[in-house]
């Protein structure tokens, strides 16, 4: 039974509420049976965007005093894993201490970030294992390589409703260089013939920016899309684009949806080559915005349509994030 399957342990987590995707692995810790107590890094809330924007010592003053307090309110708990979903907001003085105060747990550490984007290396060194998304990363450091995953909302997808030569992309405008790769994407499918429907956030602070440099954008929305709205975009989609928003060797969440959601991927990182999910009936790799291998690409079918590749569900993921499964090194050694 599942429940013969379960683990009693108790799991001190730390991270950030990321779309519903923290909550997605927390759910997952809990029905293997697990205890889990979260605690939030960096709130994102509205109040704490604006103090720390408007008063960034005393937001970081009180950040750091919410995390000295979780870690003295857990002395009295013995925790079997201590885990973290990005750690480069962790003062070393608080990590540190964690440490003395948890001395029988396993410390485990993931990042969905590049090095590059937020350097958690000086963190890392507190933690028994240390894995990461990106594989140039993992293969620098010898962490291990864990990809993204997909939730399971995802994975109960129809896969009967895809509109042929159609697109989607659902992603957040970061870089104005992401968002001139959608525009000009949208373009070239209206040249083709080609559907592409997209929704595009965008943050007031990136918006002000490109206002800033002269580029008016079109169609972005300030608001998350709604979760039925994304997933009948993924149903009714053949493929999705997918254009990195930093420059990262690591797969998106996108590309692992898409991809357990049996669509055909249009992708900017060549990286995805280096995947064992990787064919190019399933997969089109782009360079610079060359979009003249798409049309093709679209009208050419998957050579196996019912793949899942489960091995990238969020269930597979916490399993691997908890260290109950193993983790490949990039160098294809285990952990």
């Known amino acids: 039974s599942a429940r013969g399957r379960s683990i009693a342990m108790k799991i001190f987590f730390f991270g950030i509420q990321y779309h519903t995707y923290t909550r997605a692995i927390i759910a997952e810790m809990e029905a293997l049976g697990a205890e889990v107590t979260f605690v939030d890094l960096q709130p994102r809330t509205v109040g704490y965007k604006v103090m720390r924007t408007l008063a960034r010592a005393a937001f970081e003053r009180m950040v750091r005093q919410r995390l000295v307090d979780a870690v003295e309110a857990a002395r009295s708990t013995q925790y079997d894993k201590v885990v973290f979903l990005q750690a480069h907001q962790m003062p070393l003085d608080v990590l540190e201490r964690l440490r003395e105060t948890q001395q029988r747990a396993q410390f485990s550490l993931y990042n969905w970030d590049a090095i590059t984007t937020h350097d958690y290396r000086p963190q890392a060194a507190y933690f028994h294992r240390v894995l990461t998304f990106d594989r140039r990363d993992a293969e620098a450091h010898g962490y291990g390589y ?23 992309m659902v992603g957040n405008i970061v870089r104005l260089e992401r968002y001139c790769a959608v525009a000009q994407f949208r373009a070239f499918c209206a040249t083709q013939g080609l559907t592409f429907r997209d929704h595009l956030k965008i943050s007031p602070v990136v918006l002000a920016q490109a206002l800033r440099q002269g580029v008016r954008p079109r169609g972005v929305s300030l608001r998350a ?49 280096q995947e064992p999910f990787y064919s190019p009936d399933r997969i089109h790799v782009f360079e610079g915005t060359d979009f003249s291998g798409v049309p093709g690409f679209l009208d050419t079918p998957i050579a196996d349509p019912s793949a899942r590749f489960e091995g990238y569900f969020v269930q597979s993921f916490t399993r691997k994030f908890l260290g109950l499964d193993t983790v490949p090194t990039a160098r294809g050694t285990h952990d």
């Not at 909302?153 to 895809?162: H, I, K, M, V, Y």
């Open 225 to 273: 899309i709604p979760e039925s709205r994304f997933a009948t975009m993924i149903e009714t989609g053949r493929a999705a684009f997918d254009f990195a928003n930093h420059a990262q060797s690591g797969q998106t969440m996108r590309m692992m949806e898409s991809l357990c959601s049996g669509k055909k991927i249009i992708t900017n990182n060549q990286w995805v080559k």
């Open 146 to 168: 864990l990809p993204l995953f997909c939730i399971r909302r995802w994975q109960e997808l129809a896969t009967d409703r895809a509109t042929p030569r159609s697109v989607y």
